[in-house]
């Protein structure tokens, strides 16, 4: 199992009460991730102060463009120092290419770069609305195909997906699984849904979750629980 494996997804629209949480919470227990809310309201100076609370920091906006401007755009992430960021993977193989390129001068100080597959948030019939007409898990697996290509560190996925993804991938290609949901939590507008420990089990590195901690009456205690289920 990765060292560390869960990262707290802060999706916030106050940054008072979001680094309230962060501070009742121990970097040696969980990394965190930012995202295009806290990011667009707040900007630089909130990964600077979570950085100075010693967190691993993974910047979620997955990036979506012309591969110039994602070159640029993860260039920038890298400059922020952050552990983690990512790209989608439907931006294309010249896309990704520019990303992992533009990271090449950062050496081991580039942050992992990750490619979005399928949101957890779609299901089978969302993906026919948009044209997709295979299973999820089909259209998954492309992506990735196309992401290990390219020569990114990984995916994200949905756990659903991970048993198949490590089989094919190896254990080297990284599997970011949001979509985490502890026994009897609430899915919300997540689709592709496993619980902590059979994510885990299935193969995931990193199981990111949000709200069934940051909306838990008492978010220390909810993180601690799910350590207990995967200890
Ligand atoms: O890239 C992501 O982090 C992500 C990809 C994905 O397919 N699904 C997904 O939910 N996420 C993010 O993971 C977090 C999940 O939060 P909760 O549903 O509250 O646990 C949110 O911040 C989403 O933006």
Redesign the pocket.
């Known amino acids: 199992m990765t060292n560390k494996p869960i990262?707290v997804?802060?999706?916030f629209d106050n940054k008072h009460a979001a680094l309230n949480l962060v501070d009742k919470l121990d970097p040696d227990m969980c990394r965190l991730?930012v995202?295009?809310?806290m990011f667009t309201l707040f900007g630089p100076q909130l990964v600077k102060d979570i950085h100075s609370r010693g967190f691993d920091l993974?910047l979620?906006l997955?990036f979506h463009d012309i591969p110039n401007t994602v070159a640029k755009a993860v260039t920038a992430a890298a400059e922020l120092g952050v552990w983690m960021t990512?790209v989608h993977a439907s931006g294309g193989l010249a896309m990704m290419e520019a990303a992992k390129k533009a990271l090449l001068p950062y050496g081991d100080n580039a942050p992992l770069l990750i490619a979005?597959?399928?949101?957890?948030?779609?299901s089978d019939e969302d993906l026919k609305l948009i044209g997709i007409d295979v299973p999820a898990e089909e259209h998954v697996k492309r992506l990735a195909a196309l992401t290990h290509q390219a020569g990114l560190n990984g995916v994200?996925?949905?756990a659903r997906e991970a048993q198949m993804l490590k089989s094919t991938f190896g254990d080297n290609f990284k599997l970011?699984t949001?979509?985490?949901?502890p026994e009897g939590s609430d899915a919300?507008?997540?689709h592709r849904v496993m619980t902590p420990k059979m994510a885990l089990e299935a193969g995931s590195d990193y199981l990111?979750?949000?709200?069934?901690?940051?909306?838990a009456a008492d978010p220390l205690a909810a993180l601690q629980a799910i350590h207990r289920t995967i200890a």
């Open positions: 990262v997804a802060l999706d991730k995202g295009k809310e993974f979620d997955k990512n979005v597959t399928v949101l957890t948030s779609m994200v996925c949905s970011c949001p979509g985490i949901r919300g507008d997540q990111v979750i949000g709200r069934p901690i940051t909306k």
